[in-house]
């Protein structure tokens, strides 16, 4: 069994001494290559190794005595049994493998998936990224990193989706410091001046969140930067961007020793919208087409994603592996989640008072359909108590304001902070133990991405959802999610007409007219958030 476990783990802390235990007793195993790629071991040796079992018996001349004949077989017996011990090995391992699938709901897809890993110390990590993992108190792979590290390891195109907090970005940033030490350590790129990952990701914040943890893992030897608010391509290894930034400045990046294009939230950019030239999935394609040197690998993660983007994956790229945690496209089981029906916008507005006179314990997230809508409701809560520390976040700020509220928020200097689809995704905010969705958000996969700011990294997080009569049409699907994930919905609501796909589009596009949540009187706000963000102003 040892042995068993010593191979699920890769062998790759102990490759020397099991490379030399493989190669005499000629067993099949997973190592990793010159380079430091996953490969299986065997290939060329097996081929031998049949040979030396299948070819002819050499005879031996004058001191083939029988006595010596006879060990000799002997030993070509012990041999065969061997293989076949092996073989028998390989079998258990696989069905023990898929125990560990199956417990973990890891579902896969491609040609040779390489087995999770169960431990971190399974893969040999760089000094700087096992001790950030101690500091942190990481200690376990959550599933999508145990299926999807061993597949970039093991350089293959990667297409992968999991549930919202459940360490996705980890699951990229392990093997990419890893390829990168081990590549810093060859001459070429031991000066550090070539592009060798570019990560994607739909907003600014999300950018610089990813931008943030990728420094931390990466340690000083590694050259990180986020294309924010410089004018030129930063110098860097690794660079984290926007797709718009990334595309006006394509001409100057050189791509030819890029190892890794890495498009976070992938359904986002891969969002279409008509008529628009600047649309997500323009911009990546430029990028793209930008990005096909010859040791590119492209990764895709999200927590949801369409058939569309799965489809296209399989078509245009070679050689991927796909892993899909758990139900495709359900919402997050950590998240205790309500529907709650309150008629009318008047209602809406006497829900949130009571929840949060009552049962509130900051901080929460509230997410509204538009900015104009965001500004209100920051002004009627404003009015509701006078030492709620409640401001909002979109697209309409600066990116200064944003980044400064962003920071109070993370701080606890905000309790509740109102938001438009622009924080739906991604975000990291550990903390948030509330999400209400004071307007219903647009389709499944904005719900699920919202209600998904709670209840991360295992952590419980509670959601709640308001709507009135005018909603109803479009409520059904929200409710089936809710139900799919174990919590109580009226039946009524399920049993409601299905939303047809032209509603279901125009809702995308247009979001429900809407009686006025407050009269925004905008000096009167910014008196407020001074009042506590003594900062603010500097910045
Ligand atoms: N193996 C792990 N064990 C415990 N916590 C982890 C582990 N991996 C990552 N985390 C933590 O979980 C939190 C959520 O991780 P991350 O932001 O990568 O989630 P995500 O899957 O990308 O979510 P989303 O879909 O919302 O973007 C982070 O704070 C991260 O530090």
């Known amino acids: 069994m040892r042995s068993i476990v010593k191979t699920l783990s890769f062998g790759v802390k102990n490759f020397k001494q099991k490379e030399k235990e493989e190669n005499e007793s000629g067993k099949s195993a997973t190592i990793i290559n010159e380079q430091g790629d996953f490969q299986i071991d065997g290939d060329s040796d097996n081929d031998n190794e049949e040979e030396t079992l299948k070819g002819p018996i050499k005879i031996l001349s004058d001191d083939g005595t029988k006595k010596k004949k006879n060990k000799k077989r002997k030993a070509e017996k012990e041999e065969n049994r061997g293989a076949e011990n092996d073989e028998e090995v390989d079998k258990k391992l696989d069905k023990l493998m898929g125990t560990v699938r199956r417990a973990n709901r890891i579902f896969i897809w491609g040609d040779d998936v390489p087995h999770p890993i169960l431990r971190?110390?399974?893969?040999?990590?760089?000094?700087?990224?096992?001790?950030?993992?101690?500091?942190?108190?990481?200690?376990?792979?959550?599933?999508?990193?145990?299926?999807?590290?061993?597949?970039?390891?093991?350089?293959?195109?990667?297409?992968?989706?999991?549930?919202?907090?459940?360490?996705?970005?980890?699951?990229?940033?392990?093997?990419?410091?890893?390829?990168?030490?081990?590549?810093?350590?060859?001459?070429?790129?031991?000066?550090?001046?070539?592009?060798?990952?570019?990560?994607?990701?739909?907003?600014?914040?999300?950018?610089?969140?990813?931008?943030?943890?990728?420094?931390?893992?990466?340690?000083?030897?590694?050259?990180?930067?986020?294309?924010?608010?410089?004018?030129?391509?930063p110098d860097a290894e690794v660079l984290v961007s926007t797709p718009n930034r990334l595309v006006y400045h394509i001409k100057d990046l050189n791509t030819k020793f890029l190892r890794w294009?890495?498009?976070?939230?992938?359904?986002?950019?891969?969002?279409?919208?008509?008529?628009?030239?600047?649309?997500?999935?323009?911009?990546?394609?430029?990028?793209?087409?930008?990005?096909?040197?010859?040791?590119?690998?492209?990764?895709?993660?999200?927590?949801?994603?369409?058939?569309?983007?799965?489809?296209?994956?399989?078509?245009?790229?070679?050689?991927?592996?796909?892993?899909?945690?758990?139900?495709?496209?359900?919402?997050?089981?950590?998240?205790k989640q309500e529907l709650q029906y309150c008629g009318s916008e008047d209602g809406k507005r006497m829900a949130i008072k009571t929840l949060l006179k009552t049962k509130f314990s900051p901080p929460a997230l509230v997410f509204v359909q538009s900015k104009e809508r965001a500004a209100q409701l920051v002004q009627f809560l404003s009015g509701i108590d006078e030492k709620l520390r409640v401001d909002s976040i979109s697209?309409?700020?600066?990116?200064?304001?944003?980044?400064?509220?962003?920071?109070?928020?993370?701080?606890?200097?905000?309790?509740?902070?109102?938001?438009?689809?622009?924080?739906?995704?991604?975000?990291?905010?550990?903390?948030?133990?509330?999400?209400?969705?004071?307007?219903?958000?647009?389709?499944?996969?904005?719900?699920?991405?919202?209600?998904?700011?709670?209840?991360?990294?295992?952590?419980?997080?509670?959601?709640?959802?308001?709507?009135?009569?005018?909603?109803?049409?479009?409520?059904?699907?929200?409710?089936?999610?809710?139900?799919?994930?174990?919590?109580?919905?009226?039946?009524?609501?399920?049993?409601?007409?299905?939303?047809s796909r032209n509603e279901k589009q125009h809702l995308l596009k247009h979001a429900p007219r809407r009686q006025k949540i407050a009269f925004v009187r905008s000096r009167e706000i910014k008196k407020k958030r001074r009042s506590w963000l003594p900062n603010l102003k500097k910045k």
């Open 120 to 233: 971190f110390e399974d893969v040999a990590m760089p000094k700087h990224l096992s001790e950030h993992l101690n500091e942190t108190k990481i200690a376990d792979p959550s599933p999508i990193q145990m299926q999807a590290i061993p597949l970039m390891l093991q350089r293959r195109n990667v297409l992968a989706s999991a549930p919202t907090g459940s360490g996705k970005t980890l699951a990229f940033v392990i093997p990419v410091v890893k390829e990168i030490t081990r590549l810093k350590k060859l001459k070429k790129y031991s000066a550090g001046d070539k592009l060798l990952v570019i990560v994607l990701e739909p907003t600014r914040e999300l950018a610089t969140q990813t931008f943030n943890e990728f420094s931390k893992y990466a340690g000083p030897n590694i050259r990180v930067a986020c294309f924010n608010d410089e004018s030129t391509v």
């Open 261 to 335: 294009l890495i498009v976070d939230e992938s359904d986002r950019l891969f969002e279409v919208i008509e008529g628009q030239e600047k649309c997500f999935r323009n911009q990546l394609a430029t990028v793209y087409r930008a990005c096909t040197g010859k040791f590119t690998r492209r990764a895709f993660f999200s927590a949801t994603f369409s058939y569309e983007v799965e489809t296209w994956c399989k078509e245009n790229i070679d050689n991927v592996g796909m892993v899909c945690i758990g139900e495709r496209n359900s919402s997050n089981t950590n998240v």
């Open 395 to 499: 697209s309409e700020k600066s990116d200064k304001q944003r980044d400064a509220t962003m920071e109070a928020f993370r701080k606890g200097q905000l309790w509740v902070l109102v938001c438009t689809e622009l924080l739906g995704r991604g975000l990291d905010l550990s903390n948030v133990n509330l999400v209400i969705n004071y307007d219903i958000p647009t389709s499944i996969v904005s719900y699920i991405h919202r209600i998904g700011r709670t209840g991360r990294a295992g952590k419980v997080g509670r959601a709640v959802t308001y709507f009135s009569e005018d909603d109803l049409k479009y409520i059904r699907p929200i409710a089936t999610v809710i139900r799919q994930a174990g919590f109580e919905v009226p039946d009524y609501l399920l049993t409601l007409k299905k939303v």
